[in-house]
T-cell receptor, first 114, second 114 residues
């Protein structure tokens, strides 16, 4: 079985500051890892994914994440926050090649202050 | 490409009633997964359909059932609704056997049980 823990349900940063959203996972087999963003009253949009290739993964909107097996972590970062980054972010893990049956964390709400 | 579509957008039902939610997958996708997202939580996997059969199931009671049609579209049925079934129901599609390692989410159906 797999699980995801997102540390910090709320993160607040100033515009232009570094964004760091933390995710730790547990999986008995090599996992596929994902970060999704959800804007109010919308579905989930994939930001980036780790599929056992490069450990540093670049995604859309300037986000990136690094897979660290020794720390079982997959933290999401962005060098400079923009007001439009304010949203809910979810980390997810799957062991299926089609990402089916993904297990999600409880989410982190990112607030960006002007 | 219309992406994943879901209907209806919103729905209000009374306890004890039954509800059917619908999903059309992204063009070229043959696998549909359903998730329940309660307020303030991450999505939870309900089940996945492929080749018109339920392939995987999460920890949900038998009141939750589904169906997949030959055109790959899918329905989620919930019987004997409880207040706790109030949530955003998300559908996601993916191509089985693909190395794409990702699923695409629809905008969701907001179900309110009163």
């Amino acid at each position: 079985a797999q699980s995801v823990t997102q540390l910090g349900s709320h993160v607040s940063v100033s515009e232009g500051a570094l964004v760091l959203l933390r995710c730790n996972y547990s999986s008995s087999v090599p996992p596929y890892l994902f970060w999704y963003v959800q804007y109010p009253n919308q579905g989930l949009q994939l930001l980036l994914k780790y599929t056992s290739a490069a450990t540093l993964v670049k995604g859309i909107n300037g986000f990136e994440a690094e897979f660290k097996k020794s720390e079982t972590s997959f933290h999401l970062t962005k060098p400079s926050a923009h007001m439009s980054d304010a949203a809910e972010y979810f980390c997810a893990v799957s062991v299926d090649t089609n990402a089916g049956k993904s297990t999600f964390g409880d989410g982190t709400t990112l607030t960006v202050k002007p | 490409d219309a992406g994943v579509t879901q209907s209806p957008t919103h729905l209000i039902k009374t306890r004890g009633q039954q509800v059917t939610l619908r999903c059309s997958p992204k063009s070229g996708h043959d696998t549909v997964s359903w998730y329940q997202q309660a307020l303030g939580q991450g999505p939870q996997f309900i089940f996945q359909y492929y080749e018109e059969e339920e392939r995987q199931r999460g920890n949900f009671p038998d009141r939750f059932s589904g169906h997949q049609f030959p055109n790959y579209s899918s329905e989620l049925n919930v019987n004997a609704l409880l207040l706790g079934d109030s949530a955003l129901y998300l559908c996601a599609s993916s191509p089985m056997g693909s190395a794409e390692h990702e699923q695409y989410f629809g905008p969701g159906t907001r179900l309110t049980v009163t």
